[in-house]
């Protein structure tokens, strides 16, 4: 165990893995929404932020986006990659619930049938990706369809450096950016969700849907809501990945969904807060355990937490419900 590295540049490996972390967190609202309001585990959002991860290398590529351009291109592209992402994440969120979800509420068929559905979903979306989609777009834009079943870089929007530097500890602009972005767009959903008149909707319908059914609450219109919401969250995260990693295909959704799953379990699904905490806790342990040991136990060490945590608290380290939430 290589405990002179963990403990000799520990501010640095935190930074590391609060910036990853947060990325995490922002997938993990997808999770958290959905079983807040239907109890049910959405394991198609993995590929909801993969799709949001082609959108964005979709429109930098439409646009011939180089390495490094002027900052206010720079600044423009990374508005219009949120834009395609969280269109292309959203709405893909939404046909999943539609087309899949809403015909298995309507025959009230039993959760198992929801989960397989769902795991089906995900892989369908994954071979759509490799499969289908080299072929239909690879003439029209080669080098970003053409390799999906390969890992496909990105054009570098705005080159990494250092801004400052705190007890030893180099803060740079990509991990400031990814920190406080998701800080603020996971702040705004949490007051969307407790202030907002349709918050309160969904609040309600996670609460007792049959009495927000009396009260005038139209469950149909939340359900599409929390989708929507919870794939433009993960269409933000696709942005920030792209910004952060640099590149994508189409499985790149598995293991980040699973990792956002247990960020979801690890805060206390169901409660938008807990996602936050799960997923900055675990992007910090993933960062100290990939230091201690090897870069290759990473998941292994991010999964054993999650399972050592539930035995301890199984309602996770919050553990409050999207129905009894409140600010």
Same mark, same amino acid.
């Given at each position: 165990m290589n405990f002179d590295e963990l403990f000799g540049h520990l501010g640095q490996h935190t930074v590391?893995?609060?910036?990853?972390?947060?990325?995490?967190?922002?997938?993990?609202?997808?999770?958290?929404?959905?079983?807040?309001?239907?109890?049910?585990?959405?394991?198609?959002?993995?590929?909801? *932020?993969?799709?949001?991860? *082609?959108?964005?290398?979709?429109?930098?590529?439409?646009?011939?986006?180089?390495?490094?351009?002027?900052?206010?291109?720079?600044?423009?592209?990374?508005?219009?990659?949120?834009?395609?992402?969280?269109?292309?994440?959203?709405?893909?969120?939404?046909?999943?619930?539609?087309?899949?979800?809403?015909?298995?509420?309507?025959?009230?068929?039993?959760?198992?049938?929801?989960?397989?559905?769902?795991?089906?979903?995900s892989l369908?979306?994954?071979?759509?990706?490799?499969?289908?989609?080299?072929?239909?777009?690879?003439?029209?834009?080669?080098?970003?369809?053409?390799?999906?079943?390969?890992?496909?870089?990105?054009?570098?929007?705005?080159q990494q450096e250092t801004l400052f530097?705190?007890?030893?500890?180099?803060?740079?602009?990509?991990?400031?950016?990814?920190?406080?972005?998701?800080?603020?767009?996971?702040?705004?959903?949490?007051?969307?969700?407790?202030?907002?008149?349709?918050?309160?909707?969904?609040?309600?319908v996670a609460q007792n849907p049959e009495t927000a059914a009396l009260m005038g609450v139209n469950q149909e219109r939340v359900i599409m809501l929390i989708f929507v919401l919870g794939g433009i969250m993960a269409g933000a995260a696709a942005l920030l990945w792209s910004m952060r990693f640099g590149f994508t295909q189409n499985s790149i959704g598995f293991v980040l969904g699973l990792k956002a799953f247990t960020a979801a379990v690890l805060g206390g699904i169901g409660n938008l807060r807990g996602a936050l905490v799960g997923g900055l806790f675990l992007g910090i342990v993933e960062v100290y355990g990939a230091t201690l040991f090897a870069s290759n136990w990473e998941d292994v060490i991010a999964f054993v937490v999650l399972i050592v945590v539930l035995m301890f608290r199984p309602t996770g380290l919050l553990g409050e419900s999207l129905g009894r939430a409140r600010a």
């Open positions: 590391d893995g609060l910036s990853k972390g947060a990325i995490y967190a922002l997938i993990a609202l997808g999770y958290t929404l959905v079983y807040g309001v239907l109890r049910l585990i959405n394991f198609a959002h993995s590929e909801v *932020f993969m799709v949001g991860t *082609f959108a964005v290398l979709g429109v930098w590529t439409a646009f011939g986006v180089q390495n490094n351009p002027p900052i206010g291109q720079a600044v423009l592209f990374l508005v219009l990659g949120l834009v395609a992402a969280a269109v292309a994440s959203g709405g893909t969120a939404l046909a999943i619930e539609r087309i899949a979800y809403r015909p298995l509420r309507r025959k009230n068929a039993p959760p198992l049938i929801f989960l397989i559905t769902a795991i089906g979903l369908v979306l994954v071979e759509v990706f490799g499969l289908l989609l080299p072929d239909i777009a690879g003439g029209a834009l080669p080098t970003m369809f053409g390799r999906a079943r390969q890992i496909v870089g990105m054009p570098t929007i705005i530097t705190i007890g030893g500890t180099a803060i740079t602009n990509i991990q400031l950016i990814v920190f406080i972005s998701a800080v603020v767009m996971m702040a705004a959903l949490d007051w969307f969700i407790n202030r907002t008149r349709y918050g309160r909707g969904v609040r309600a």
